[in-house]
């Protein structure tokens, strides 16, 4: 679908509920099932409902089960397991899959743009530890139940986090695990939310020097229990609306998240005072003021929280002097390519941008923009992004905005009503 995105009047000044934090939802989600005893799970009050790939990998959770008399779920069901385009999910699927009864044939598939995405780095894990799992040419993971066992396995976690992240959650179902990680890890900050939570429910971590030279993390043979647990409101949707008062020098609030969260996106905001913002955390939540033409970035590294890239690209679009991103180059491989996407929304708007080593670094100049139909290409962050871009220049139009839903359905809802001027203080979520 294509949507035009209508450009606020002036400042914004708005209070902004968003979905659960899909990082902590998706992980609480696959510890409550690997516990014998329902994990209850709540969220402030006014919260927005989780996106798709939240809601698809609760469904394939119903249909794997729960842990039952050593095993995951009670049958030997042959199932096939939809994840859209959620690679979180569909790596968590994996070794979940291989815990199933010995025998289960599990086939674990989503949208073809998922299935392209690398996940052969898990694969080799889980099968040096037992698993029996097969790529089928569509991308499409073919497990077989049973014969998965705990061990000491080494990973590149260069790429991607999740791959560990998989693994670690599995472990105390499996016999544990000894975990040594080669180079740093990417997205730290979500590696370490899973040792958290892990922690959480009860399970003994023992982390050695995460992010600083060799990586070990040993998980213990152990039960995950947890009776109660509270999710935080999502980092990543948060920083959109962060963002929309950066550019448009507004006031925004979003309750029940502030600059304490260990989400990895909340490092937006110390991005946002780089650009003249002020930042303050409030009994509600964190308040941000935007200046109306935001300061340089600067060079800005990336690696520990590569989702930002669109956000922080385009507040450089619109700041006056260069902005470097680096530590992109896991960032190809996403729901797109979001350096190319990144660049050519831009250049498409007039920006100057060029990209260097081989997509690790991208240069943005900003200045005048013009708007224009950019395609988002199936990526939610880049509808976010484009989308409180559009706040302050006219004539935006989304291509692909549904893209949205993947982690905040009511955005696009959100987004028309800021440019409808919402009173000040008002909650959009009220109406």
């Known amino acids: 679908m294509e949507y035009a995105v209508a450009t606020v009047n002036g400042p914004i000044d708005a209070v902004l509920p968003v979905p659960p934090s899909k990082s902590l939802h998706q992980r609480v989600l696959v510890l409550d099932h690997l516990a014998t005893q329902r994990t209850a799970i709540d969220v402030p009050e006014g919260t927005p409902a989780s996106g798709d790939d939240v809601r698809l990998l609760g469904r ?17 069901e042959s199932m096939h397991l939809d994840l859209g385009m959620g690679g979180t999910g569909f790596r ?10 010995e025998g289960a044939r599990t086939l674990i598939g989503g949208a073809p743009t998922l299935l392209a995405r690398p996940h052969d780095t898990l694969r080799r894990a889980l099968v040096k530890l037992g698993a029996r799992i097969k790529r089928r040419h569509s991308g499409a993971m073919r497990v077989l139940g049973g014969g998965v066992r705990g061990g000491t396995i080494r990973l590149d976690a260069r790429r991607s986090s999740q791959f560990a992240s998989a693994l670690l959650l599995a472990a105390p179902r ?5 975990l040594d990680l080669d180079g740093p890890p990417a997205s730290l900050p979500y590696l370490e939310l899973t040792v958290e939570l892990l922690r959480a429910f009860g399970v003994p971590v023992h982390a050695e020097r995460l992010g600083v030279g060799a990586n070990r993390i040993r998980i213990e043979t152990a039960e995950p229990q947890c009776d109660r647990i509270e999710l935080e409101p999502d980092a990543s949707c948060a920083a959109a609306w962060w963002t929309a ?10 309750p029940g998240l502030d600059g304490s969260s260990r989400q990895a996106d909340v490092a937006l905001l110390a991005l946002l005072e780089r650009t003249g913002a002020r930042v303050e955390d409030t009994p509600r939540g964190t308040r941000v003021h935007g200046s109306n033409v935001p300061g340089a970035l600067g060079d800005v590294d990336l690696l520990a929280s590569p989702d930002l890239i669109f956000l922080a690209g385009v507040l450089a679009a619109r700041a006056e002097s260069e902005t470097v991103l680096r530590g992109l180059r896991n960032t190809r491989r996403k729901e797109s390519d979001r350096v190319a996407v990144l660049a050519a929304g831009l250049q498409a708007m007039g920006a100057d941008v060029s990209i260097e080593e081989d997509g690790d670094v991208v240069r943005i100049r900003g200045g005048a923009l013009q708007g224009t139909r950019v395609a988002v290409s199936g990526d939610h962050r880049a509808a976010f992004a484009f989308g409180v871009l559009g706040l302050v220049v006219p004539g935006i139009v989304l291509r692909g905005a549904e893209a949205a839903t993947k982690s905040h359905p009511s955005f696009l809802d959100d987004l028309g009503s800021l440019a409808r001027r919402a009173p000040r203080g008002e909650s959009l979520a009220d109406g």
């Open 92 to 101: 968590f699927c994996m070794p979940l899959a291989a815990l199933r009864r």
């Open 245 to 254: 008062a950066a550019l448009s020098g507004g006031t925004v609030i979003v």
């Open 60 to 76: 394939a959770l119903e249909r794997l089960g729960r842990w039952t008399d050593g095993a995951l779920g009670p049958t030997r």
């Open 174 to 178: 499996i016999g544990g695990l000894t």
